[in-house]
């Protein structure tokens, strides 16, 4: 996990993420680092594995450490997120696009806050564009 960088008091974190386990014990590590605040995990499902949902069952579960959680759907996932986001309720979120995205954690982050990216890639660019995002 590495920090990108800091805006507004919310600290923006990239992680390689590609499975379930690991998304987990990364959310637990974060969680003993900051105590109580707010984190929101944001997943790019972009190993072949995740892409084919084979964690699909796995992931909310995985990613119930976080307070708020935002899955990047985009349109040739090869399954559907909708059973994910349901199981987390309230905290569950879908984008289908990296700019909405970037520009929807921004309007949610708030001071405080510890946005954790994780992904296998670039993700799009969404951590400079959530940073400039958050910068305005």
């Known amino acids: 996990m590495q920090l990108r960088g800091e ?9 390689f993420a590609h ?3 690991a998304i987990a014990t990364t959310l637990d590590g974060l969680r003993q680092r900051v ?6 995990a944001v997943l790019e499902p972009r190993s072949h594995t995740m892409r084919m949902g084979v ?4 992931l909310a579960p995985a990613l119930a450490g976080a307070d708020e959680v935002w899955l990047y759907t985009p349109p040739d996932l090869g399954w559907d997120t909708g059973a994910v986001v349901g199981a987390l ?20 982050a708030r001071t405080g806050d510890h946005v ?7 993700f799009g660019g ?6 400039a995002a958050l910068a305005t």
């Open 7 to 15: 805006v507004r008091g919310v600290r923006v974190y990239d992680d």
């Open 19 to 21: 499975h379930p386990t």
């Open 35 to 40: 105590g109580q605040a707010r984190i929101i």
């Open 55 to 58: 964690h699909r069952h796995t």
């Open 89 to 108: 309720g309230a905290r569950g979120h879908t984008s289908a696009d990296v700019g909405e995205l970037a520009t929807a954690l921004a309007r949610a």
């Open 116 to 122: 954790l990216i994780m992904s296998n890639g670039g």
């Open 126 to 131: 969404l951590h400079d564009k959530l940073l």
